[in-house]
T-cell receptor, first 114, second 112 residues
Framework: DTGVSQDPRHKITKRGQNVTFRCDPISEHNRLYWYRQTLGQGPEFLTYFQNEAQLEKSRLLSDRFSAERPKGSFSTLEIQRTEQGDSAMYLC????????????FGPGTRLLVL | SQQGEEDPQALSIQEGENATMNCSYKTSINNLQWYRQNSGRGLVHLIL?????REKHSGRLRVTLDTSKKSSSLLITASRAADTASYFCATAARTGANNLFFGTGTRLTVIP
């Protein structure tokens, strides 16, 4: 257990539905990352927060994806109008700016879109 | 792309044997990290080696880095069944996010 938690751990939804995932980072960590991992691949970067500010988004983050980190604590990742191609593991990671380069990953949320 | 490549994609060994995994990357780096992922779980950081280091040890792990060849290797000595997992190398972006770029991983199976 790295200290980063994610909820839910598994989500099955029908195409077209909206889903929201939550990540609780290690409490003193001000940097938070979302990654997506498809089967047989390594994680790919989606977006990054420093405190409550979303500072970077990758091209993978389509308009149907939105992420927030109110008050710089937990973060949510919402996918609207899900598509079958959204099926993947969504991983959250956190670390502390300027001190740690290691990222601490949560257990992930596995999404299956039917 | 900065993404690395691990080799081999899959490795199966007997318990007690050593396992060696290789990683190649494309751009200059400040450091390279290795992570482990048990099936269906999150990633766990194993070891970080800086660009000015050539070799680093941590318990049964030995990592080497050759920046001239843009390659790294991870050696697990005296493997155990519990070492069965996927192993990924990762390099950090040079943007403010310092997000990680991962390779496709090596799937290690240690047979008891």
């Amino acid at each position: 257990d790295t200290g980063v938690s994610q909820d839910p751990r598994h989500k099955i939804t029908k195409r077209g539905q909206n889903v929201t995932f939550r990540c609780d980072p290690i409490s003193e960590h001000n940097r938070l990352y979302w990654y997506r991992q498809t089967l047989g691949q390594g994680p790919e970067f989606l977006t990054y927060f420093q405190n409550e500010a979303q500072l970077e988004k990758s091209r993978l983050l389509s308009d149907r994806f939105s992420a927030e980190r109110p008050k710089g604590s937990f973060s949510t990742l919402e996918i609207q109008r899900t598509e079958q191609g959204d099926s993947a593991m969504y991983l959250c990671a956190s670390n502390l700016r300027s001190i740690q380069e290691t990222q601490y990953f949560g257990p992930g949320t596995r999404l299956l879109v039917l | 792309s900065q993404q690395g490549e691990e080799d081999p994609q899959a490795l199966s060994i007997q318990e007690g044997e050593n396992a060696t995994m290789n990683c190649s990357y494309k751009t200059s780096i400040n450091n390279l990290q290795w992570y482990r992922q048990n099936s269906g779980r999150g990633l766990v950081h194993l070891i970080l080696i800086r660009s000015n280091e050539r070799e680093k040890h941590s318990g049964r792990l030995r990592v080497t880095l050759d920046t001239s060849k843009k390659s790294s290797s991870l050696l697990i000595t005296a493997s155990r069944a519990a070492d069965t997992a996927s192993y990924f190398c990762a390099t950090a972006a040079r943007t403010g996010a310092n997000n990680l770029f991962f390779g496709t991983g090596t799937r290690l199976t240690v047979i008891p």
